[in-house]
């Protein structure tokens, strides 16, 4: 493999709304093969314990990550989630069991040689995308494995693939990702994002291996940032959070917030 060493260190996703889940729904991360973690940020798993009384709805945040998703009762049906500039929802009804593989930017695009613009903004049968990996979990992957089980085998198969793949993504595309992260996503793309090649070039690089331009990466660092941060009700009536991320006015900040999201700060971090 040749991946660059930092990519691991560039990036943590978070995914809080699914944090919201009651004792009759349970989502857990598992931590990939330690070979694995600068491709696969984590494997996840999202069920039910017991019939719910009413329909549940799913909310994905925006993460600047690509998703590989199937029911192990249903493995033939698998699906891949391409990047994302906004929030998603999914009716998942009554009883549910889902499993994930989160991959880290630019990876997937890498490991199946596919232009992840391809997959912005929506999502795939996994066959059409990438069909050995799909065949692997309608194959080998069923309700009758534990979870620890079904993570062996995904890290086996994965160590086995990424150990035939040259990932040779341009550097500049991880000097501009690094630039971006550190910044928390506050700084110009324009004109503080300088990696000697020109922007046209940059953005094209961001579109084939992220899946969106680098404005819209940032973007969304900025708003992970924020969710990392964690930030306090009073933070929130000050109206001081939208300043020290680097928003103009509160407006621009609730409406940026909501479309990430889904819902208001406000209501994201339970203000009062």
């Known amino acids: 493999m040749n991946i ?55 909310r994905v945040v925006a993460d600047g990550c690509i998703d590989v998703y199937f029911e192990p009762g249903n493995p033939p049906e698998n699906y891949v989630m391409g990047f994302s500039s906004k929030y998603t929802e999914f009716s998942l009804g009554h009883t549910f069991h889902y499993i994930g593989i989160r991959f880290l930017p630019t990876m997937f695009p890498q490991l199946f040689r596919i232009n992840a613009a391809a997959l912005t903004n929506r999502y795939e049968s996994l066959s059409a995308v990438a069909p050995a ?43 501009a990702m690094d630039v971006i992260v550190k910044n928390a996503g506050m700084i110009s793309v324009e004109t503080g994002v300088n990696t000697g090649i020109s922007a046209r070039q940059l953005r094209r690089l961001f579109e084939y291996y992220v899946g969106d331009t680098p404005k819209t990466f940032s973007k969304i660092i900025r708003f992970q940032n924020i969710l990392r941060a964690k930030p306090s009700v009073q933070s929130l009536r000050q109206n001081k959070l939208f300043f020290d991320a680097g928003y103009y006015d509160q407006a621009h900040f609730i ?18």
């Not at 691991?8 to 598992?30: I, W």
């Not at 890290?155 to 086995?160: E, M, T």
Request: proline fraction near 6%; glycine fraction near 2%; include cysteine.
């Open 4 to 58: 660059p060493p930092n990519i691991q260190l560039l990036y943590t996703p978070m995914q809080p709304s699914v944090r919201e889940t009651t004792e009759d729904v349970v989502y857990k991360e598992y931590t990939p093969h330690k070979q694995l973690q600068n491709i696969i940020y984590c494997y996840w798993q999202l069920k039910t314990t017991q019939p719910l009384s009413g329909e549940f709805i799913y």
């Open 133 to 175: 990996l799909s065949h692997f979990i309608e194959s080998r992957l069923d309700e009758q494995l534990s979870i620890a089980e079904i993570v062996h085998k995904l890290d086996s198969w994965f160590l086995q693939l990424s150990g035939n793949v040259i990932f040779n993504a341009d550097s500049r595309l991880y000097e």
């Open 255 to 272: 409406k940026e917030f909501k479309s990430l999201y889904g819902i208001t700060p406000a209501k994201a971090f339970d203000a009062k």
